[in-house]
């Protein structure tokens, strides 16, 4: 597949919080193919960066209301 580039496995506990909580390193790799049909990335499991962010604090916040 030629939307992954490298793969990396981490296997300690603390390296691993650190890697996941570095915003630097939540981007995904841009994939022109799942782009086209959909207008962009968008939506919670496509989007990147800030608009990530914001719809994981909107869908957490309303999953937590919802039950």
């Given at each position: 597949d030629?939307?992954?580039d490298s793969a990396y496995v981490i296997s300690d506990v603390k390296i691993l919080?650190?890697?996941l909580n570095d915003a630097?390193?939540?981007?995904?790799?841009?994939?022109e193919a799942l782009?086209?049909?959909r207008s962009?990335?968008?939506?919670?499991?496509w989007s990147t960066g800030q608009e990530?962010?914001?719809q994981r604090r909107f869908t957490l916040r309303h999953l937590r209301d919802f039950g």
């Open positions: 030629s939307s992954f919080r650190e890697v630097k390193l939540n981007a995904r790799h841009p994939n782009e086209l049909p962009g990335p968008h939506g919670i499991i990530w962010l914001e």
